[in-house]
């Protein structure tokens, strides 16, 4: 732990360094301008009705940034100890749409997975889940904000009517998509609140069901994606997802575990691919950008593969990336 938060510190460190430089000179050409795209990307926010204020401030400034084409929200709308009531979800939904652009959301666990939990309110988490589906996406061929575009959602896909939620899209031959995978174990985490006789040595059946059917779709969706970045000859993949998926812990922790088989498949498709590739989440509320993988024959970085983990509460900020396909780097991170 003491190692990722150093990591942390020395990422903010050498990005605010870079952020101050470029205030110092006269600004470069935009990304648009050469044939690129900007975009916000948020997660782990507001956490209270304090923290609505400090977000609606953010949703102006991103509103004022005419480089921003869309936004990227990587799930958790609200705190794990606050009400997973409609009310409140409703509202939170609403703050969202204040967004002038598109808004591309994957849901976290707060909103749904962690509503068992007595001071969420002791709710079913498949029953919430239902709820953030219909509300987030009652339209799953496109974003919400206030200008949605159109996405391709796994729904489409036999076998996946349910997963509206995962969803993908081009820009600037760069394939994006959304996956389902959330923290709290992933939903191995035993809903207690919801039910006492709920634990790991005992778990639910339904409970280990969704775990189960929702990753493999994950895994499916990810395939899709970098078959279709092959079949269009994308510069690149933009992967979101809520979950940090333990990066700094080895394959057999328990707490890893749930995200190994996503992990595994991750590796083999992005090494394979070969171009640059983003995995976006959050979670965990630092800012993270490094290159979690390691190419075994060499035991180097796979330099091509790199993981943002967001800011989030109490770090009511966001990240602008920019996309360049002129440049080898291709995606840019500017924390704001």
Not at 95 to 102: E, I, N, P, T
Request: one cysteine or more; charged letters at 25%.
């Amino acid at each position: 732990m003491n190692s990722s938060l150093s990591l942390t510190m020395r990422t903010v460190l050498a990005a605010t360094v870079v952020a101050i430089l470029a205030g110092c000179a006269a600004p470069p050409p935009s990304v648009e301008a050469r044939g690129g795209v900007s975009f916000a990307l948020i997660g782990d926010m507001p956490y209270s009705t304090r923290e609505e204020g400090l977000f609606d401030s953010v949703i102006d400034t991103i509103n004022a940034d005419p480089s921003v084409s869309f936004v990227m929200h990587v799930g958790d709308i609200k705190g794990g100890g606050e009400p997973c009531t409609d009310a409140l979800i409703r509202a939170r939904y609403e703050q969202l749409q204040r967004f002038r652009s598109a808004l591309i959301y994957t849901p976290g666990d707060n909103e749904w997975t962690d509503c068992h939990r007595p001071a969420a309110g002791r709710f079913h988490p498949l029953e919430r889940l239902a709820f953030v589906r219909s509300l987030f996406f009652s339209d799953p061929l496109r974003t919400s904000g206030q200008r949605p575009f159109a996405v391709e959602p796994q729904s489409a896909q036999a076998g996946f009517n349910e997963y509206v939620e995962n969803t993908l899209f081009v820009r600037e031959r760069v394939v994006f998509a959304t996956l389902h995978i959330i923290g709290s174990d992933n939903d191995l985490e035993p809903w207690t609140g919801f039910d006492a006789a709920d634990t790991r040595a005992s778990p639910r059946a339904d409970r280990l069901a969704e775990v189960e059917r929702r990753t493999a779709a994950a895994l499916e969706w990810l395939d899709h994606a970098f078959a279709r970045a092959r079949v269009i000859d994308a510069a690149g993949v933009f992967l979101m997802m809520q979950a940090n998926p333990r990066f700094d812990l080895p394959p057999t922790h328990a707490e890893r575990i749930p995200f190994e088989p996503l992990l595994r498949r991750l590796r083999e498709r992005a090494l394979d691919f070969a171009r640059p590739v983003v995995l976006a989440h959050g979670d965990f509320h630092e800012l993270i950008i490094d290159q979690p993988f390691t190419r075994a024959a060499e035991g180097r970085p796979a330099t091509n593969v790199t993981r943002v983990q967001t800011f989030g509460s109490p770090r009511i900020r966001w990240i602008r990336v920019r996309v360049d396909p002129a440049s080898p780097a291709l995606f840019t991170f500017e924390p704001k």
